[in-house]
Every structure is written in structure tokens, then in C-alpha cells.
């Protein structure tokens, strides 16, 4: 049971609408989010593509929210000075990326910003072991990357325990943050494997109280 720490909220602007990313940035701040989720996607890494370091950027002078960039892209290693210099407070990149994640990791740190690792979810959570005590954040998708509104894999909960078991064997205090399908049906069970923050996309931009979806997910 996570009870030490309040769960964290970071709503993803994936399914928001983007030309009005100002208003939707700010309808996230006055609803009690904790920080903002930016998905960026190049449609090679995955089938779908977002936004760049621009529109980061642009939607950091809207809001006051720390913002939690998701890298799934290929070559996160050409681009983290990019998103540190547009704002990001997470810069988390994919294990699977054709990167050396250390290296990668490192240069995240060297910009003073919290450096995340997301793993998918064929991909076995032992192959996060050797990181778990450099990273800040683990991101473990519990749907395959690339879109929003897709269905939570139900496998998530037992990953997620395991990846807990990881962090707290490495006697590190990096977050464990899930993403992908997550809502307040599901909510309790999530947190219940320990995880620490929770992304949600289409259930906070569907909801027809956004407050009352945060403070639901946040219990
Ligand atoms: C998927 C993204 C997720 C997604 C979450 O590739 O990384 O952040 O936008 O959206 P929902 O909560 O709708 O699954
Ligand atoms: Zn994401």
C-alpha cells in the first residue's frame, strides 16, 4: 500500500485539444494536477507523431505546472537539451530507445532536471535494474505507446509490484510513475502496487469535472 507519499497526478495533453493547449494547461493547473505529462512522439519510435521542443515551450509560459516530458522517440540522446532549454522538469526516454541510457541519463542530470526511464510493456522490468539507482523516475506504460484512450493492460499490476521491489531493493527513493489506460476505476489498484504518480490522459479530458477526476484519482 502506497501511504507514505501523496499520489502524484500528472494529466497527459495527449488528448487535448492542441490548438488550444494554453486553455488546456491552465483547466489542468486550476483542477489540482501536479504536473503537466507532454507526450512527444516522432512516428518511428512509435506509430503517432505529437509536438517537438517548440510547443513545449509555448505551453510552459501558460502554466506553472512542472512539466513531465515523455520522450518516445528514437534518438532521445540528440534531443535533451532541446526540452531542458524549453522547460522540462522530467525528461524520462524509453529503455527500448537506440540510445546509451546511461549516458543519456547523465546528461538529463547534468541539466539539474529529473531524469525518467519508461519501459513497454513487452519489454522485462529486470532490464531496468541497473539504472534504478541513477534514475529519478520510472515510467512503466501500461498500454503499448503511441496513443491515448487505449484499455490498461492488466499485467501492470504485477510489473509494477516487481518494479517497486527494484527501486526499494536499490534503496533508491526514485518515483515510480505509471502511464497508459489509467482511471478511477483502476486507480486504487495501481496505487496499491505502490505507485507513487499516476499519468492520466482520456479520463481527466473526458471527464465532466476535471477536479472532481484529479482529487478521485489522487485518494
Ligand atoms: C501513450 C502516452 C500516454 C497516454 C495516456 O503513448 O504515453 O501518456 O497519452 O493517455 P490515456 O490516459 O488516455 O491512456
Ligand atoms: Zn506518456
Known sequence: ?????????????????????????????????DYVHCDVMDG???????????FVSDLKTYTNLPLDVHLMISRPDLYIDRFADA??????????AECDAEKTLASIKARNIK????ISPDTPVEALAKFVNIVD?????????G?????????????????????VGGKTNALLEIDGGVNCENSLAVKNCGVDMLVAGSSVFSASDMREAIKRLAE
Do not use: C, W
Open 87 to 96: 522547460g522540462a522538469d522530467i525528461i524520462t526516454f524509453h529503455v527500448e
Open 147 to 167: 496513443f491515448g484512450g487505449q484499455k490498461f493492460i492488466e499485467t501492470s499490476y504485477d510489473r509494477a509490484r516487481k518494479i517497486k521491489d527494484i527501486i
Open 44 to 54: 518511428h519510435f512509435v506509430p503517432n507523431i505529437t509536438f517537438g521542443s517548440k
Open 1 to 33: 500500500m502506497n501511504t507514505l507519499r501523496k499520489t502524484l497526478i500528472s494529466p497527459s495533453i495527449l488528448t487535448a485539444d492542441f490548438g488550444n493547449i494554453g486553455e488546456a494547461v491552465r483547466n489542468l493547473e486550476q483542477a489540482g494536477a
Open 115 to 118: 531524469a525518467g526511464l519508461a
Open 137 to 145: 523516475v520510472v515510467l512503466l506504460m501500461s498500454v503499448y505507446p
